[in-house]
Structure formats: C-alpha cells, structure tokens
C-alpha cells in the first residue's frame, strides 16, 4: 500500500475524542468535525438532530459516519464552493 493512502484512511486523536463525544451528543460532534460553514456540513447537522429525535442510536451511528469517513481535505474542498 501507498503511504498516503495510509495517512488517509488513519484516524487521528481528534477522531477519536469525536468518536467519543458522539456517544454522549452526536449533533455536537458532528457540528465539530463539519464546522457547520456551508450547506454540506448544515445538512448534516440538521440530518443528525432529525434522527436524534427518532432515536439516539441512529444518530450515533451518522455521527460516526461523517467522522470517520470525512477527511479534513474534504471538509476545505467544501467550504472553498
């Protein structure tokens, strides 16, 4: 495997307090990882609280969702539209 490829697919320590933080509230996690600057990370803040609302368990499982499967570089790209 390619070394970069590696340090894309690592979850770093942020992550995992992310990860942790999303059993407790998951709208705030996912407000933090998205920063909540531009359509893509308000959809899915509002998806995230839409679900807490039917249960918390779905909404745990989002919030790990966009955390370990939204890399920073993505987070920029979105905000650069």
Do not use: M, S
Request: proline share 5%.
């Amino acid at each position: 495997r390619n070394p970069a490829e590696e340090a894309e697919n690592k979850v770093d320590l942020c992550d995992v307090l992310l990860i942790i933080l999303a059993i407790f509230l998951p709208p705030l996690a996912v407000a933090l990882k998205l920063c909540c600057c531009d359509l893509w990370g308000c959809a899915n803040l509002i998806l995230n609280i839409v679900l807490c609302l039917f249960g918390w368990i779905p909404a745990v499982l989002h919030a790990w969702i966009v955390i370990c499967f939204t890399n920073e570089t993505q987070v920029v790209v979105y905000n650069q539209r």
